[in-house]
């Protein structure tokens, strides 16, 4: 006598592609981000991610951290043809005696005023802050609700998404 299947059973669905047609998976970096097109943050990269780079078509990157580029990477852009701006900066002391958790802040200040130029609500701003941030403080918040949206700058070098 048959049994019925247990409810407890899985399916498991296959499906066999030839060897040409591989599926490559696009892995982004840690804690990658649009913010703005054609601007980008992450974390560090690693060989998995370079699928995925690749179809940005960077041509720079602003590194910052004391630690050299690995020979993968350093390869990587150098075929891409990726300039690379590092700043080095030694957990807590970079060029001047300022802690890496502070810089990390300010650039999160800045993201959130830069959103405000690009009208973004303050409810995204704020979640954008809170998930990035790396010390979540109010008076950061306050900072950014109440900057001018008011910056000059000269027109013949305003990016589309301003």
């Known amino acids: 006598m048959a049994s019925a299947p247990s409810s407890n059973a899985s399916i498991t669905l296959t499906q066999n592609l030839p060897d040409e047609e591989e599926v490559k998976v696009m892995v982004p970096p840690l804690n990658f981000a649009m913010v703005a097109p054609g601007v980008y943050r992450s974390g560090h990269p690693n060989r998995k991610n370079f699928p995925f780079l690749k179809k940005l078509k ?18 990587f852009v150098n075929e891409q043809k990726i300039e690379v701006f590092h700043y080095k900066i030694d957990g807590n002391k970079p060029f001047i005696e300022i802690e890496q958790k502070e810089i990390s802040s300010a ?22 802050y809170r998930r ?16 001018s949206e008011h910056v000059p700058y000269n027109p013949e070098y305003k990016p589309e998404w301003l």
Do not use: P
């Open 58 to 75: 960077l041509k720079s990157i602003i590194y910052l951290s004391s630690d050299e580029f690995n020979e993968e990477l350093n390869q």
């Open 107 to 128: 650039l999160v200040k800045v993201l959130g005023c830069l959103r405000k130029l690009q009208k973004w609500s303050l409810t995204s701003i704020f979640h954008e």
């Open 132 to 147: 990035f941030a790396v010390t979540k403080v109010l008076a950061d918040q306050e900072f950014i609700e109440i900057f």
